[in-house]
């Protein structure tokens, strides 16, 4: 369903009893909440959590900002690499305040938060900025955007900033199965019948390239977030993969450091997705945080 949020229109999938304990998932660059696998959000149902799920502004079936025209992503990262600012159409800190507007929209006061690649760069902003609205905080395979963190392998920069062949499904599905195989576990490897359907579905619902080129023009002009996480009050879990090729896994151990309380799942196999076999380890960990508070 749509909601008016920060004054934009968002789209929103919730799940679960009104009553029961609100958990925001906050999904990546480019993805949708659909990207939220159902298997972990009926966990996370029968847990005890009525789940929230938003598309992203630029992203899915939300309101985008194609009025700003296409970033050139080579340029950025240029002068990202030469440590000069990054100017974007919109931050990151724009993107939790859409996250705070779906909760005031729904009438929630507080919610239990967790956000994974680029939604736990927003889910930062929203923890820091806006402590009293957050219960506890899940940060998935995310980083602080420190300079010294080591960053992502070469073949995976190039994997980013390449595009499908074309805009057919088939070429698209093609680029980012190719991309996903990349980055995700290689200890639990993607059965290719069904990762095909779902990047099949994913990409019939939307697909909005030149949204997520502004999207990681945001990441980029965001910078290092590491003052501002001194800020954040809630219990914080740091989940993330030991053999993560995009972020690292020394971004994860700095964020806990970084986090006051902040506590720490390194998943030995993992890369820079949500595996099946893992998915109940994720639903505990969310589950236990939230009982911490």
């Given at each position: 369903m749509k909601l008016a949020a920060n004054g934009l229109q968002l789209e929103v999938d919730i799940q679960g009893?009104?009553?029961?304990?609100?958990?925001?998932?906050v999904m990546g660059l480019g993805m949708q909440l659909t990207g939220w696998p159902e298997a972990l959000v009926a966990d996370l149902v029968a847990r005890g959590f009525c789940v929230i799920r938003l598309d992203n502004r630029d992203a899915g079936l939300s309101q985008g900002f194609d009025e700003a025209g296409v970033p050139s992503l080579w340029r950025a990262a240029m002068r990202h690499t030469l440590h000069l600012p990054v100017r974007a159409p919109y931050g990151l800190a724009d993107m939790a305040a859409d996250a705070l507007g779906v909760l005031d929209a729904l009438g929630v006061r507080s919610a239990h938060v967790c956000g994974a690649s680029?939604?736990?760069?927003?889910?930062?902003?929203?923890?820091?900025?806006?402590?009293?609205?957050?219960?506890?905080?899940?940060?998935?395979?995310?980083?602080?955007?420190?300079?010294?963190?080591?960053?992502?392998?070469?073949?995976?920069?190039?994997?980013?900033?390449?595009?499908?062949?074309?805009?057919?499904?088939?070429d698209v599905v093609a680029h980012l199965e190719k991309l996903l195989r990349l980055i995700g576990s290689p200890a639990y490897p993607a059965d290719p019948v069904l990762l095909r359907q779902r990047l099949?579905?994913?990409?019939?619902?939307?697909?909005?390239?030149?949204?997520?080129?502004?999207?990681?023009?945001?990441?980029?002009?965001?910078?290092?977030?590491?003052?501002?996480?001194?800020?954040?009050?809630?219990?914080?879990?740091?989940?993330?993969?030991?053999?993560?090729?995009l972020v690292p896994p020394a971004a994860g151990q700095h964020l806990q450091q970084l986090i006051r309380h902040a506590t720490l799942d390194l998943v030995p196999g993992m890369g820079h997705d949500l595996p099946n076999e893992l998915l109940p380890r994720m639903a505990q960990g969310i589950a236990a945080l939230a009982g911490r508070r």
């Open positions: 009893p009104p009553g029961a304990e609100p958990l925001l998932l680029m939604g736990g760069m927003i889910a930062q902003h929203l923890a820091a900025r806006h402590p009293q609205r957050v219960r506890s905080l899940t940060l998935m395979m995310t980083t602080s955007g420190a300079r010294h963190l080591p960053q992502p392998r070469p073949a995976v920069q190039l994997a980013l900033m390449a595009r499908p062949r074309s805009d057919a499904q088939a099949q579905d994913t990409v019939q619902r939307a697909f909005r390239p030149q949204g997520t080129a502004r999207q990681l023009l945001a990441v980029a002009a965001d910078g290092d977030r590491s003052p501002l996480l001194g800020a954040i009050q809630a219990p914080t879990l740091v989940l993330h993969g030991l053999a993560d090729p």
